[in-house]
């Protein structure tokens, strides 16, 4: 949040032994909170980075590598305007998706995005499984660490709880579009690791969209079965390699990292009691850290 100097403050200043002129800039400035929610996909970042901008004026900056960009909604599983709750994103969606948007440029618009929400005296939170990003930002940049003081919830689920889900998940983007939006975006022979291209579900779709016009009907079906399938593999090989570098970022730096398991939520979903353990096991202890993070 935003410091802002009371007036018995500075007349304190002369007092301490400060001579001469004294601008604000030569007043302690106690660093600016920003507050990190990290997690492997699918582990509801998302929804919790949400949940707590509607307890805490804040908002939120996204670091997932492929929702930057615009496009492919399903497939990158953006968060829908309905699921926003009217908090104000940044970085979602903004991106043109031929361009290959680095930790760099991620670094400078966060960098702006911060300043802005900071302005309004907002919290800003950013939430995305791109630990690369993240790991750029804060270390990467001597300039970010000694100006913010950070806190990092890390939104863990158990690994084969988190399998489950996410094979689920593609099923229902699947049923959702998911094929038909990578249709419209499909263009034979494109480089499918620049830009956009380089989501899950594009390179894993090629074959059937380039045997879609002209292979049989038992041939479309085993190349999407195919397809679907690497999908879920690949995103669950992505929920690993996500997971390792959260292990890793925390050894190495030694961050003010907090863990909340929200297995249990995932065990029971569907189940009418979801819901009440979200709100005690998840949103409750994140809640109380913000607090203590913000208000301490
Ligand atoms: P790396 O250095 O391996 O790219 P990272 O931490 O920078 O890792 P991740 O978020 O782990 O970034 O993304 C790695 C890859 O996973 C992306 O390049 C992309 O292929 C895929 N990916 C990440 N997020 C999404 C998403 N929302 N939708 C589809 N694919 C994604």
Redesign the pocket.
């Known amino acids: 949040m935003k410091v802002v100097l009371s007036s018995a403050c500075k007349q304190v200043q002369p007092l301490l032994g400060f001579q001469g002129g004294i601008t604000d800039d030569q007043f302690y400035r106690p660093k600016d909170k920003v507050l990190f929610v990290m997690g492997a996909?699918g582990t509801g970042k998302s929804r919790l980075a949400i949940d707590l901008a509607t307890h805490f004026p804040a908002e939120i900056i996204n670091s997932?590598?492929?929702?930057v960009y615009k496009g492919?909604d399903i497939?990158?599983?953006?968060v829908t305007p309905r699921e926003c709750r009217g908090v104000p994103h940044h970085l979602l969606g903004v991106v043109d998706p031929e361009y290959d948007f680095a930790?760099n440029d991620f670094r400078q618009h966060t960098w702006r995005a911060i300043e802005s929400i900071l302005g309004r005296d907002r919290l800003p939170i950013i939430a995305?499984?791109?630990?690369?990003?993240i790991?750029a930002l804060v270390n990467d940049d001597p300039e970010f660490r000694s100006r913010h003081d950070c806190c990092f919830l890390w939104v863990d689920v158990s690994l084969p709880v988190l399998h489950s889900f996410v094979s689920e998940r593609v099923d229902r983007m699947v049923e959702a579009g998911l094929v038909a939006e990578v249709r419209d975006f499909y263009v034979p022979g494109a480089n499918n690791m620049r830009g956009l291209r380089?989501?899950?579900?594009v390179s894993e779709l090629d074959e059937y969209l380039r045997a879609e016009s002209t292979a049989d009907e038992q041939t479309k079906a085993r190349l999407l079965e195919e397809a679907i399938g690497n999908i879920k593999e690949n995103?669950c090989t992505?929920a690993c390699?996500?997971l390792q570098?959260i292990h890793r970022l925390h050894e190495k730096w030694n961050w003010n990292m907090h863990q909340i398991d929200a297995s249990e939520v995932f065990l029971r979903r569907g189940k009418e009691e979801a819901e009440e353990i979200w709100e005690r096991q998840v949103l409750g202890p994140s809640a109380m850290i913000v607090e203590r993070f913000l208000f301490d």
Request: aromatic residues 4%.
């Open positions: 996909t997932d590598k492929m929702q492919l497939v990158t599983n953006k930790a995305g499984g791109s630990n690369s990003f790991d380089r989501a899950i579900g995103t992505l390699r996500q570098k």
